[in-house]
């Protein structure tokens, strides 16, 4: 053994399926190379001068830059629709954190996508639950309904179909979630209806929150920016199903104990 690092093989680490295809890292179908063919890898001026002064709001809310990373790669997200080199270097660039680094985190988390997305992010559930309720054949109806596997995006560039892990939302079983809305109690026939209607730009309203806008609207929400929807802060967030424990609780007078009494803040 030596200890001149010069003269060690290098060491490769492979992400992506059989690695990292967990829930937060690349998805099983997911292409784990950031570097596409016509990938931008810089932004032209005008661009540039729009993100930096995005980027200037985002960093004040903040008391370190990098702390600002997570809402930066949204930002970028919204303007390529997925994240590209060019997105990379402008967050490494904006917070002072390597390329490297700022990759790591991207490829970390299944929200940053690693090729172009369409209009409408279609993410059927297939975790436990929803996939026993019908998730993985609502997933297989809409990959032969839309022509895409899992992963791709329909010729029109409306859709882009992905299964995802679960969401939190396993009363209503099986969901489906466009641009991170909430489709409740799916079926084959509710969610080739459901993309149809997207591709038309017929969009609908979920059962909770509001018609979603497109991916790259969202994307700039999820970036900390309004969101500019109608009845956004009015949309109910809780369904019948949430509730129901809750409402059970309290007819039967049961409360969850004051963390301030002695013995209560374990
Ligand atoms: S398993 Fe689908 S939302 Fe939880």
């Known amino acids: 053994m030596t200890d001149d690092l010069t003269a060690r093989e290098p060491v490769l680490l492979s992400f992506g399926p059989g690695a990292l295809g967990t829930a937060f890292g690349a998805g099983p179908d997911e292409q784990v190379q950031l ?5 931008r890898t810089s932004y032209p ?13 985002i960093l004040a809310r903040y008391p370190q830059p990098r702390s600002a990373l997570l809402p930066l790669l949204h930002l970028v997200q919204a303007e390529d629709g997925y994240i590209t080199p060019a997105g990379i270097d402008f967050c490494a660039d904006v917070v002072g954190l390597t390329g490297a680094e700022v990759t790591a985190v991207a490829t970390f988390y299944s929200m940053y996508r690693r090729g172009p997305t ?17 998730g993985d054949a609502i997933e297989s109806a809409l990959q032969e309904h839309l022509g895409v ?36 109690n799916q079926t084959p026939e509710s969610a080739r209806a459901l993309v149809d209607a997207l ?15 497109t991916f790259r609207e969202t994307e700039r929400i999820l970036a900390g920016f309004p969101d500019p929807r109608d009845g956004v802060d009015d949309a109910p967030s809780a369904g019948d199903a949430s509730l129901a424990g809750l409402r059970v609780a309290h007819e ?3 409360y969850a104990p004051d963390p301030e009494l ?3 803040r374990e």
């Open 35 to 39: 570097v596409r063919p016509g990938a």
């Open 45 to 57: 001026t005008d661009v540039l001068a729009r993100l930096d002064a995005d980027a200037t709001a």
């Open 118 to 134: 369409g209009d409408y992010l279609v993410g059927v559930c297939t975790n436990t639950l929803c996939a026993i309720m019908g």
């Open 149 to 184: 596997e899992s992963g791709g995006t329909t010729d029109d560039g409306a859709v882009t179909l992905e299964h995802v892990e679960c969401n939190a939302a396993c009363d209503y079983a099986p969901v489906i979630m466009v641009n991170w809305e909430f489709f409740d």
């Open 199 to 213: 591709r038309r730009g017929d969009v609908p309203t979920p059962a909770r929150g509001v018609a979603p806008c």
């Open 252 to 254: 039967k007078g049961m």
């Open 262 to 264: 002695p013995g209560n």
